[in-house]
């Protein structure tokens, strides 16, 4: 029985799980095993997978197009570690990153952890950018593991670790195509399990290099944000209201701009700090500038999904729903 069994959905990534396994390999920490699912992949990684089998344990499991979580669940049903990390295909391991979250399980007394993300130094700048923007505390607000708050952790699939017992006492990921990691984190919460915020166990996560793509995830984020309150009431926070706010406030300067063309000049206000803080953070002109573009991009997205849902959801009354569930992965 490993430590870890860590678990890796993957659809049609064979190039960045790649990476993902070098980084694996690097590992100074050797007490665990690799799960991989291929979620109805046309790219598959199979070959990959059985490439790695005289440097560390694998398995590879293959099936028909579902959804990351129950993709998560078949891999977690043939995982044999204490203790089961799920990472997303697009991650890369520091070096020490198991070594450190061996020593914390060995130490500290929780049921379920996590830790935040990063962009590597060898990434584009676009995915810099949108690095940036799914991270800073400025465009975050600090919900995602920038910093500790006083609500509850919620460890994500990108970064989440639990342990085996616990996991398939809850009955593993929900069929939610999207929030199924923050579903998860919060029956676990209301079980009376534990999480625990490890910030020195960060991972590096490429995200998307595509401003449409990135629209399509975002844009899923905010709907799932009111389909998770509607299962688990009372966990909508203010913090999640300011993107739509955001929206409705851009649409009022625009209107009153008909009136006082003077109001768009407002509208250079957010740009200009995002730029800023950009530019502090990462030290790069580039990025920052591009940082821009994309933090405008997360927060159109989450806030017009957002208002969509809670439209059709909670004023209409219709039932859970998400959009580009078509071509969103592609």
């Known amino acids: 029985m490993p430590l ?15 990476e993902l396994f070098e980084s694996i390999d690097k590992q100074s920490f050797r007490d665990f095993e690799v799960v991989v699912v291929e979620d109805g992949s046309v790219k598959k990684s199979d070959q990959l997978v059985n490439a790695y089998t005289e ?19 078949n891999g977690a049903g043939c995982a044999s570690g204490r203790w089961l990390l799920f990472l997303d295909s697009d991650c890369l391991l520091p070096e020490d990153y198991l070594a450190l979250v061996a020593e914390e399980v060995a130490s500290e007394d929780f049921d379920c952890f996590g830790g935040p993300d990063k962009a590597h130094p060898s990434f584009n700048t676009i995915q810099k950018a949108i690095g940036y923007a799914m991270s800073s505390v ?12 006083l609500d509850v952790f919620y460890p994500r699939s990108y970064n989440l670790a639990v342990r085996n017992s616990v996991f398939h006492s809850l ?20 079980k009376g399990y534990s999480t625990r915020l490890i910030k020195p166990a960060f991972v590096y996560h490429k995200r998307r290099n595509n401003f449409r793509s990135f629209f399509k995830q975002i844009y899923n984020s905010g709907i799932a944000r009111i389909n998770l309150d509607l299962r688990h009431p009372g966990t909508l926070k203010p913090v999640h209201w300011l ?23 407002l509208l250079l206000v957010v740009p200009l700090i995002v730029f800023s803080h950009a530019r502090y953070e990462t030290g790069n002109g580039k990025t920052a500038l591009w ?38 992965y592609k």
Do not use: W
Request: glycine share 10%.
């Open 4 to 18: 870890f069994s860590i678990i890796i959905p993957v659809y049609n990534r064979p190039e960045e799980l790649q």
């Open 55 to 73: 440097k560390f344990s694998t398995q590879y499991l293959y099936q028909e197009n579902k959804g990351p979580g129950l993709a998560r669940n």
């Open 138 to 149: 400025l465009t975050t607000g600090g919900i995602r593991g920038a910093r500790e708050k």
């Open 171 to 190: 009955g593993g990921f929900s069929n939610m195509r999207f929030g199924e990691d923050l579903d998860f984190s919060m029956r676990l919460l209301e």
């Open 243 to 265: 993107p739509a706010l955001f929206v409705m406030g851009h649409l009022a300067l625009l209107l009153l701009a008909f009136v006082n063309p003077a109001c768009l000049l």
């Open 291 to 328: 940082a821009v573009p994309a933090a405008l991009t997360q927060t159109f997205a989450y806030g017009l999904g957002f208002l969509e849902a809670f439209i059709t959801r909670k004023i209409m009354g219709r039932k859970e729903f998400q959009a580009f569930s078509k071509n969103f």
